[in-house]
């Protein structure tokens, strides 16, 4: 058997990569998958409201979203009779496409 170390080598890759397809695949792990990748804890925050972090460029929409957000969440609170169990981080985008990984949509490259 020459090369062993080579072969269990690309065995172990072909099995990652295969595994990594079949977790593509399912909805759940792609959605977990690319709300990591798409965390808004890692956007700037708005210093004048920390729970809003905004993209690039999205400063004066994160602004307005700053200012509609306490009559948001108040609503929010009544309709379930409780107040939220953690902080609320909102995220404000500009361009469509990061908006929409974490919730699994699709969108046409032509409209990102």
């Known amino acids: 058997m020459r090369h062993p170390i080579a072969k269990a080598a690309a065995i172990m890759t072909g099995i990652v ?3 990594a ?3 593509a695949a399912v909805p759940m792990a792609r959605h977990v998958a690319s709300g990591l990748w798409n965390n808004p804890e890692a956007l ?3 210093p004048e409201n920390p729970q809003v ?3 690039s460029g999205g400063s004066e929409n994160a602004r307005i979203v700053a ?3 306490p009559t ?3 609503q929010v609170e009544a ?3 409780r107040q939220f169990a953690r902080p609320v981080t909102v995220a404000v ?3 469509p496409r990061p908006s929409s990984l974490p919730m699994g949509w699709e969108i046409p490259d032509r409209l990102a």
Do not use: D, F, Q
């Open 17 to 19: 990569l295969l595994t």
């Open 21 to 23: 397809g079949a977790a």
């Open 44 to 46: 700037p925050a708005l």
């Open 53 to 55: 972090r905004y993209e």
């Open 67 to 69: 200012r509609l957000l």
């Open 72 to 74: 948001a969440m108040a």
């Open 79 to 81: 309709a379930h009779g």
């Open 93 to 95: 985008y500009v361009t």
